[in-house]
């Protein structure tokens, strides 16, 4: 038994629960919940995303992810996977699908970052049309960013899990 191997899956996999899991909910549960509220609504979000915890867990699980599927894919494979094999095109696919996923995620930062300093301007006095249409801007690219993601760990995921099903 390769104990090498063993402790990178349990990251690699443990991690992704995290990350995934937490967008997941995120995409399916929390936005639409909050979605109604209109302006509250969006504090809220904002309020969840700028916690420390949420600020230190969410980006370490999602590095964490990446990193410990990169080496698995590394000890797997090498530097380039057999793209002629279904295990190995399965990984590659999933495992691009994940890196494009993490680069969404450093997004969805920067873009909730932005959104923040929007709204503590506009709460300092009544927002102007201009902060409240780039409020809704940023809300709108974080929706977006947020389901791309999404649906990019939903190709990662089933191009793992299709991996099992073929020989390495």
Avoid: C
Wanted: hydrophobic share 50%; no cysteine.
């Amino acid at each position: 038994m390769d104990i090498v191997m063993v402790v990178l899956r349990l990251f690699h996999l443990f991690s992704s629960v995290i990350w995934a899991g937490f967008t997941f909910a995120m995409v399916l549960l929390v936005a639409p919940a909050f979605a109604p509220l209109g302006p509250e609504g969006g504090k809220m979000m904002l309020r969840i995303s700028g916690t420390r915890n949420f600020q230190i867990v969410i980006p370490s699980a999602a590095g964490l992810s990446v990193l410990s599927g990169l080496l698995l894919y590394y000890r797997l494979f090498g530097p380039m996977a057999p793209l002629n094999t279904g295990a190995g095109l399965a990984l590659t696919v999933g495992g691009a699908a994940g890196v494009l996923a993490f680069i969404e995620g450093l997004q969805i930062s920067r873009t909730q970052n932005a959104l923040r300093e929007a709204s503590n301007a506009a709460e300092k006095t009544k927002p102007s049309e201009s902060q409240i249409a780039e409020m809704q801007k940023l809300q709108q690219k974080l929706g977006k960013l947020t389901a791309t993601t999404a649906i990019l760990m939903v190709i990662a995921l089933t191009g793992m899990t299709l991996s099992e099903y073929f020989a390495i």
